[in-house]
């Protein structure tokens, strides 16, 4: 049985307790650059399964999994093909959110039964510090399932209470839009599928592959 959960704001001292948190396989609650997200370890399938739990999640709905930084992709046995590897250079952090590959070292217990999975690198140094802290972490947004996203703690902590051992209190985000989610597609118009057009628009994102002459390539 979970304690009172608590509340604190970023110091070294609350991430030393939500690092320990996530390797024991609990849950925390995290700010981002949109709104704020339930999180976990992303290796842990029961942790994981509790997500799905405290938020009522139908489980086909898969999970992001927030990094620090695309250099964390490799450790994590994942692979931006081409070309979103050229287009997490130019958008990344930010509010896009390609779809990796998982290697046969992959230990994600996220991965899309297809071999894939979806990743973020928010743009916000307060996540990036988290996120660095504690590795990176299989995320949802954190309300429950058909409820709007919360964008303060005290929202995210009316949505789950005692369920979620350690909420991180960043302020009121600046609210939920949609990240762009880019696939890969080899017979896709410029290479790719946009699966999701969000905050940065399908005319950015053709754009931009366009640019330097183009090509489709690393």
Do not use: W
């Amino acid at each position: 049985m979970v304690a009172m959960s608590t509340i604190c704001t970023v110091n070294d001292e609350s991430l030393a307790q939500a690092k320990k948190i996530v390797d024991d396989g609990g849950l925390i609650v995290i700010p981002t650059d949109t709104v704020y997200g339930v999180a976990c370890d992303p290796t842990n399938k029961d942790a994981i399964a509790r997500i799905y739990e405290v938020k009522q999640r139908p489980r086909f709905k898969a999970l992001q999994v927030l990094l620090a930084n695309v250099d964390q992709l490799d450790a994590l046995g994942l692979d931006l093909p081409a070309p979103l590897n050229r287009l997490a250079a130019q958008f990344l952090p930010g509010a896009f959110s390609p779809i990796a590959v998982a290697r046969e070292d992959c230990a994600l217990a996220t991965v899309n039964a297809d071999g894939t999975q979806g990743i973020r690198v928010p743009n916000s140094t307060l996540t990036a510090r988290i996120l660095n802290a504690l590795g990176p972490l299989a995320a949802s947004s954190a309300n429950r399932s058909g409820h709007q996203s919360a964008q303060t703690v005290e929202e995210a902590v009316e949505a789950f209470g005692d369920d979620v051992a350690l909420y991180f209190d960043g302020g009121a985000t600046k609210g939920h839009v949609a990240s762009t989610v880019v696939a890969a597609d080899p017979h896709g118009r410029d290479g790719i599928a946009i699966l999701r057009e969000g905050m940065i628009p399908q005319s950015a994102i053709r754009m931009a592959l366009h640019m330097n002459g183009g090509g489709l390539g690393a």
